[in-house]
């Protein structure tokens, strides 16, 4: 009898367990998955994909904090200041927030590569459809609730754009710290081409949800050594635990599996 009732709650239980039959198919290890590399000679222009419209005001700039994966520089996202629509983005999509993604060293960083070709950083500017959501933590969970905008950060002459930035943050080197940031333009941080690639993926960090319109431009901006050496002085621990430097914050490739990268330009 016992061995029967065990059989039973065990089939029952396997049933119960089996991830299929449990909700939506596009959790995480879905068919969506960021970040990708893009094979250039495989992605198929599409000559009506307007180009990327950003309009960002920087008073709606409000702090910069560690949140123990990268740095983010927040923007109130309780308006419409702040926005970017065009391109392949039906309506427009208000900016949250913008961070970065970076190496140990110079010879790795990004997430995205481009023909397999990796960049020592790559800078995600995170906006969100308040035309069909009300939040940012609705529209994560949904199909088409982010637009996120990816650009290449390369080795080269200073940034003077950036500084501002990186002189800040000394004071957001422990998990947690925030500090007060305004007036920050983030489109200083755009490069000039409007060139970019596009495509269906997801977060590239925990909740993984695949629900972000990626926008990828083509032409990286450039940053000199000792900017990328401060992003490296952060850290990934609070304080009074063991210092880990936060490097290497960057998702290894997600396959492409069913998906199209399109492009703005030939
Ligand atoms: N690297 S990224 O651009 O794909 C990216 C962007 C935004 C979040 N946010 C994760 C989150 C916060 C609250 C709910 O969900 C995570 C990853
Ligand atoms: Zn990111």
Redesign the pocket.
Known sequence: RACNISACSYKLRNVELHPLWKGPLDIPGGSRQ?PINIRVRDSVFHPNLAPISTQYDPNTCIHIWNNGY?FLVEYDDCTDKSVVSGGPLENPYRL??F?F?WGANNDWGS?HTVDSKVFPAEL?L?HWNCSKYQT??EA?MEENG?A?IGIFLKLGRHNQKLQKLVDILPSVRYKDSLTEFNYFDPSCLLPTCSDYWTYSG??????L?ES?TWIMMKRPIEVDHSQLAVFRSLLYTAVGEEEKNMVDNF?PLQPLMNRTVHSSFK
């Open positions: 960021s990268s949250k927030q961070h993604h997430e995600h995170v940012f933590e994560v982010l996120v997801s977060l590239t960090t925990p909740p949800t972000v998702r």
